[in-house]
């Protein structure tokens, strides 16, 4: 034998009310943010956004980039400025492509038969050519100012 159902409300019936006379509302369906079980059936777990990148840093190497790029290229121009008598050490050959009035003097190998003066002493921040009186073998005394730094040259005569 059966028992009949009770009669009055369904405790499992949809929409039953809540205490204090709150209506339960139904579940959304699809639930809200699509298929919680992806492709397949299979659950997926929700991937962390990417942390946030740093620009503080890409900034900061930028502007190192560029101060370095800064000088170095400073220091190119600083050195490609200078001239060959800027550069000269004793017992280098030079040869005169300017004049006497005007020279313009560039470094060269001493067995070379453009080689016309060699460099007996050197004197680098001076432009006191008077120098060169007390430095043996000096017949010449070159000097040269403005351009990167003032330089006094005792040259002497190659046969």
């Not at 139904?26 to 298929?35: H, M, S």
Request: aromatic content about 6%; glycine content about 8%; some cysteine.
């Amino acid at each position: 034998m059966s028992t009949p159902p009770p009669q009055g409300q369904n405790p499992f019936a949809q929409g039953q009310q809540q205490p204090y006379g709150q209506p339960q509302a139904p579940a959304p369906y699809p639930p809200q943010g699509g298929n919680p079980f992806g492709q397949g059936g299979v659950p997926t777990v929700p991937v962390p956004p990417a942390p946030p990148t740093r620009r503080f840093n890409k900034k900061v190497l930028r502007i190192v980039g560029i101060i370095v790029l800064a000088i170095i290229i400073g220091v190119v121009k600083w050195q490609l400025g200078k001239t060959d008598a800027e550069t000269t050490s004793k017992g280098s050959c030079m040869h005169n492509s300017g004049t006497q009035s005007d020279p313009k003097l560039k470094t060269v190998d001493c067995s070379s038969s453009d080689a016309q003066y060699k460099v007996v002493e050197k004197f680098d921040n001076t432009s006191d050519d008077s120098k060169c009186k007390t430095v043996a073998d000096a017949e010449i005394a070159y000097y040269q100012t403005g351009d990167s730094h003032d330089v006094v040259l005792c040259l002497k005569t190659v046969k």
